[in-house]
């Protein structure tokens, strides 16, 4: 990077990129997509609007508007998929208050759906990935399991009710758990999303110079995701086996943590929650924030330790 508008590139793998206009507003920007990881089109939009938010909601920002990424195969499948894909996608963008303004489609035979979202932010209310603090608490605020989940549905051993609450959470923005912690004031955040919590929050760890110490056990994770991975280690994607792998290196496990707590904790997610690390003195404020904030969950999953350059993260149970 050369230009010094340039406020967050890719040094510190932050959730989005930022460029100062003046000493008071900086661009925020971000661009995601995804294939079809559930069945009705309309669901499937929603879920990849919310998840291109999800990175501007991290960092404490404000989208304003997006353009959408499209990949479609018109002369393979109906138009009613692509019209119902879009209209998920406008009506969760219309409930994030961001207008969609344009965007790009490309002819491809599996479908792609995503946005590239603008925001705005002070320059000096940023929420970096990489400023954690010694001493901080570590809140989740959805639960993990989505790529189990998703896995289940693609083999169709998956219940509806157990789709259905996939897809609320995966849906759900992000808007109030970073409006919260926003208004209570934080050390650092991010969001969950493929390289599942234990890469995410490796990345923190990492960036910020600190360790840190998981509760496997306080970890939400929803149950359908549990009895699949409980049933058959094998229930869980590859993405999510290759995450683990990655992560050994720099993580610690306690010897009575199981296989299938592992994988779960590296699942790899989509549109999941925010990881947000909140000064201990705090804690009992962020808490309450979220709960008030609706956030789907507000759960403390563990705290940064001592300074440590390697990112060390111990899970204990």
């Known amino acids: 990077m050369t230009n010094p508008n340039v406020l967050v590139g890719i040094n510190t793998g932050d959730d989005c990129a930022v460029y100062q206009i003046t000493e008071e507003l900086a661009i925020i920007q971000t661009v995601d997509y995804f294939t079809p990881i559930v069945d009705d089109p309309y669901d499937y ?10 990175d501007v909601y991290a960092m404490g920002a404000k989208p304003l508007f997006a353009l959408n990424v499209v990949g479609f195969h018109t002369r393979g499948m109906p138009l009613e998929i692509l019209i119902r894909m879009m209209k998920g996608g406008g009506d969760k963008a219309r409930e994030a208050g961001v207008d969609i303004v344009g965007g790009h489609t490309i002819d491809d035979k599996e479908p792609k759906y995503g946005l590239s979202v603008t925001g705005v932010i002070k320059p000096g209310e940023i929420v970096y990935n990489s400023t954690a603090q010694v001493g901080d608490v570590l809140f989740l605020t959805k639960p993990l399991g989505v790529g189990i989940l998703t896995t289940g549905i693609k083999r169709g051993t998956v219940s509806e009710a157990a789709i259905a609450r996939g897809v609320e959470v995966m849906a759900a923005l992000n808007r109030s758990a970073s409006e919260a912690m926003v208004q209570v004031g934080v050390n650092a955040c991010t969001d969950i999303t493929g390289y599942g919590l234990l890469g995410h929050l490796g990345e923190m760890t990492r960036g910020s110079g600190v360790g840190a ?7 939400p994770v929803m149950q359908a995701a549990r009895d699949l991975i409980d049933a058959d280690l094998n229930a869980v994607p590859g993405g999510s086996k290759n995450n683990l792998d990655f992560v050994r290196q720099f993580v610690n496990f306690d010897p009575s943590i199981t296989e299938a707590e592992r994988l779960i904790l590296a699942d790899a997610q989509t549109s999941g929650g925010l990881l947000i690390s909140c000064p201990a003195g705090k804690a009992d404020q962020m808490e309450q924030a979220l709960k008030d904030a609706g956030t789907i969950i507000a759960a403390r999953i563990g705290v940064m330790e001592a300074e440590d350059d390697t990112g060390r993260i111990d899970v204990v149970p």
């Open 45 to 54: 939009g929603a879920i990849a609007v919310a998840n291109a938010l999800s």
């Open 213 to 219: 110490r998981i509760h496997a056990r306080a970890v």
